[in-house]
């Protein structure tokens, strides 16, 4: 079975540009989470998803971040505008909805905002 | 209440010696406690997991010591390898709602050879 699906893995953008995330969970999962990972703050859960609807957005940082799942094999992270702060590896993950199952997490998207 | 608190920050140990690496936490609404394992480069992976009605989970040369009443669990990584060289993380989640981990602040692990 294919694994969480993130592209790009690597992204370099000028401040203030629009950066577009993407996922594709693993089939038959209904929950979808995105982190972000940084050396100063871990793992933080930005927002998640169960059944395409966002259950817990409090994660987000502010309004410059949006996420959206049209689908049940498709969701974006979009950055707008984004800023240096913004540097950090985005995680994509994914489980079947119930409390003990497995998240599995994609190999993350770098981003770097110059 | 929601924190969960990994220590130590980062770990030397010596091929074929043993790694522990601690969490704590508040909530005592938690009842699934996993650990991930993360290389560089990677995503997070699970690595062994356990839930509050067992006191030791084992899995190869790794092994889950919880300790309900302390709400303490930690890892063991017997005879360490360099292979086992990564970060490690510890994480929890309750069983009510909708399944939300919160992550331990990670251990980076260095198996010398």
């Known amino acids: 079975d294919a694994g969480v699906i993130q592209s790009p893995r690597h992204e370099v953008t000028e401040m203030g540009q629009e950066v577009t995330l993407r996922c594709k969970p693993i089939?038959?999962?209904?929950?979808l989470f995105w982190y972000r990972q940084t050396m100063m703050r871990g793992l933080e859960l930005l927002i998640y998803?169960?059944?395409?609807?966002?259950?817990?957005d409090s994660g987000m940082p502010e309004d410059r971040f949006s996420a959206k799942m049209p689908n049940a094999s498709f969701s974006t992270l979009k950055i707008q505008p984004s800023e240096p702060r913004d540097s950090a590896v985005y995680f994509c993950?994914?489980?079947?909805?119930?409390?003990?199952?497995?998240?599995?997490f994609g190999e993350g998207s770098w981003l770097t905002v110059v | 209440q929601q924190q969960v608190k990994q220590s130590p920050q980062s770990l030397i140990v010596q091929k074929g010696g043993i790694s522990i690496i601690n969490c704590a936490y508040e909530?005592?609404?938690?009842?699934?406690f996993p650990w991930y394992q993360q290389f560089p480069g990677k995503g997070p992976a699970l690595l062994i997991a356990i839930r509050p009605d067992v006191s030791e989970k084992k899995e190869g040369r790794f092994t889950i010591s919880f300790n309900k009443s302390a709400k303490q669990f930690s890892l063991h990584i017997m005879d360490s390898q360099p292979g086992d060289s990564a970060t490690y993380f510890c994480a929890a989640c309750g069983s009510t709602g909708f399944q939300k981990l919160v992550f331990g602040t990670g251990t980076r692990l260095l198996v010398s050879p």
């Open positions: 089939s038959g999962h209904n929950s």
């Open positions: 993950a994914s489980s079947r909805h119930n409390s003990g199952n497995t998240i599995y």
């Open positions: 909530n005592t609404a938690f009842d699934y």
């Open positions: 998803f169960n059944n395409n609807v966002p259950i817990d």
